[in-house]
């Protein structure tokens, strides 16, 4: 089965180091989300690109997140600098743009600041 | 935005039906999702409805109507592994197609 691939796995982290996540689409998806989940807020849409391209980053916090695709086989989120407050499990997923079959999620970055 | 709103908690038999409901409001709807949660994993897809109608998949279907802005999940023969988060996620249109999810539903199975 193709998978949405992320690491790390988990990241523990002290508070104002940079953290960089990272996502390999499954290839062929033009569709990528990066979701960020907590048990108050749920899954929370952080960033969206088509074809490469962000097209939504409204639910980003512009001031220290960041997120980019270098390339078709790469996603990256950024944060600079981390706050205890963004502890959370980090999900990428990718899909066709459709969406008819559904969006793979990768298994998520567990990301704890201290 | 989209308002999305399922039950918090839901418990059933094992071998029982459940139903898990779900309502959104929204304008310019685009599909509804089922995904399927188990704890510490990452959610998988379970179905795609965005005409009204039952879509049914082996022991799970998934019913739409648009005008009353409603889904339900349902899950036949249940077993002690459906035990699990079950999110309804609302896709509008207008340019973007980004899925918005509802908090979850916590379905426990018990024997």
């Known amino acids: 089965d193709a998978r949405v691939t992320q690491t790390p796995r988990h990241k523990v982290t002290e508070m104002g180091q940079e953290v960089t996540m990272r996502c390999q689409p499954i290839?062929?998806?033009?569709?990528v989300f990066w979701y960020r989940q907590t048990m108050m807020q749920g899954l929370e849409l952080l960033a969206y690109?088509?074809?490469?391209?962000?097209?939504?980053d409204s639910g980003m916090p512009k001031d220290r997140f960041s997120a980019e695709m270098p390339d078709a086989t790469l996603a990256t989120l950024k944060i600079q600098p981390s706050e205890p407050r963004d502890s959370a499990v980090y999900f990428c997923?990718?899909?066709?743009?459709?969406?008819?079959?559904?969006?793979?999620f990768g298994s998520g970055t567990r990301l704890t600041v201290v | 935005g989209q308002n999305i709103d399922q039950p918090t908690e839901m418990t059933a038999t094992e071998g029982a039906i459940v139903q898990i409901n779900c309502t959104y409001q929204?304008?310019?709807?685009?599909?509804l999702f089922w995904y399927q949660q188990h704890a510490g994993e990452a959610p998988t897809f379970l179905s795609y409805?965005?005409?009204?109608g039952l879509e049914e998949k082996g022991r799970f279907s998934s019913f739409l109507s648009r005008s009353k802005g409603y889904s339900y999940l349902l899950l036949k023969e249940l077993q002690m592994k459906d035990s699990a988060s079950y999110l309804c996620?609302?896709?509008?249109?207008?340019?973007?197609?980004?899925?918005?999810f509802g908090r979850g539903t916590s379905l426990i199975v018990h024997p």
């Open positions: 690109f088509r074809n490469r391209a962000p097209l939504d």
């Open positions: 409805n965005v005409l009204d």
């Open positions: 996620a609302v896709r509008v249109s207008g340019g973007s197609y980004i899925p918005t």
């Open positions: 290839l062929g998806h033009n569709t």
């Open positions: 929204t304008s310019g709807f685009n599909g």
């Open positions: 997923a990718s899909g066709s743009e459709q969406g008819a079959s559904g969006y793979t």
